[in-house]
């Protein structure tokens, strides 16, 4: 998986196995790509979250776009305390729902094949994805 995505890398001109190998950590996918690739995958949603932030801040102080030109002052309110409170009050009934799902009925959402033993000698005939990924195996 690893080798053959860094590998597109490779097509682009001039610094492409450069590129690939600065990726590698090396001159093959060893720890050092394991390593690398972890921390990406750890920390790319901590920058998304802080470039949203940063994006709201700016809608904020701007504000967005109207092509019309027309002045819509009149018709704001203020975001705090009448749309916070409702996005917090949102979060928590969020939270305390799929908290109380967690702790009171942790396997209603499970797979019973979780609670067959491991047989490394059988493979299961019903192997399937998970929901969220049957319109990508459907296309196979």
């Given at each position: 998986?690893?080798?053959?995505?860094?590998?597109?890398?490779?097509?682009?001109?001039?610094?492409?196995?450069?590129?690939?190998?600065?990726?590698?950590g090396?001159?093959?996918?060893?720890?050092?790509?394991?390593?690398?690739?972890?921390?990406f995958?750890?920390?790319?949603?901590?920058?998304?979250?802080?470039?949203?932030?940063?994006?709201?801040?700016?809608?904020?102080?701007?504000?967005?776009n109207?092509?019309?030109?027309?002045?819509?002052?009149?018709?704001?309110?203020?975001?705090?305390?009448?749309?916070?409170?409702?996005?917090?009050?949102?979060?928590?009934?969020?939270?305390?729902?799929?908290?109380?799902?967690?702790?009171?009925?942790?396997?209603?959402?499970?797979?019973?094949?979780?609670?067959?033993?491991?047989?490394?000698?059988?493979?299961?005939?019903?192997?399937?994805?998970?929901?969220?990924?049957?319109?990508?195996?459907?296309?196979?």
């Open positions: 998986g690893a080798t053959v995505i860094t590998n597109l890398l490779s097509a682009v001109p001039y610094v492409g196995d450069t590129l690939v190998q600065w990726i590698w090396g001159f093959s996918v060893d720890n050092a790509t394991l390593t690398r690739f972890f921390a995958h750890f920390l790319f949603p901590f920058v998304i979250a802080a470039v949203t932030v940063l994006h709201l801040l700016f809608l904020h102080e701007t504000g967005s109207n092509p019309a030109g027309l002045n819509s002052d009149a018709d704001k309110i203020s975001f705090h305390p009448y749309f916070s409170y409702k996005d917090l009050l949102g979060f928590v009934i969020l939270l305390m729902s799929l908290t109380s799902l967690a702790l009171f009925s942790p396997n209603l959402l499970g797979d019973p094949e979780n609670f067959t033993p491991a047989n490394p000698l059988v493979t299961p005939p019903h192997i399937k994805p998970e929901w969220y990924f049957l319109f990508a195996y459907a296309i196979l």
